[in-house]
């Protein structure tokens, strides 16, 4: 019963990636936009907005830095969260725990019951 609910989970979980991903591409696609700042950069990015207000090819209507610097970077951030993600799942598998240390040689280890060491 586990193992069934598991499945589906990274069933729904990867389709849900899929989705997202299509999402993210559709957007793109359609609401590609710029905004030509006040120091003369051009800033890329794509929500969506009504087209029709604004025929012109650098678009007036307003952000904040904050929501710029969000818009412009969110296909990386998405990106990096799924690679995160992957990573995470990826190390916790049985065949990369062979880098860790399973074995603590008694050399290594002081057994000295003295004093602690002084301070300077």
Excluded: C
């Excluded at 989970?9 to 936009?33: E, P």
Aim: charged share 20%; no cysteine; glycine share 2%.
């Amino acid at each position: 019963m586990k193992s069934m609910v598991t499945k589906i989970t990274k069933r729904s979980f990867v389709w849900l990636l899929i989705l997202s991903m299509g999402l993210l591409i559709a957007n793109k696609a359609i609401f590609f936009h710029e905004h030509k700042m006040a120091d003369g950069t051009i800033v890329a990015h794509a929500h969506p907005y009504d087209k029709s207000d604004e025929p012109e090819p650098f678009k007036t209507h307003h952000h904040s830095k904050a929501e710029l610097f969000f818009l412009s970077h969110f296909d990386t951030l998405f990106v990096l969260a799924i690679s995160a993600f992957a990573i995470v799942r990826i190390s916790a598998k049985p065949y990369f725990q062979i880098f860790l240390p399973k074995y603590y040689f008694p050399v290594l280890i002081l057994n000295q019951k003295s004093r602690a060491p002084p301070l300077v």
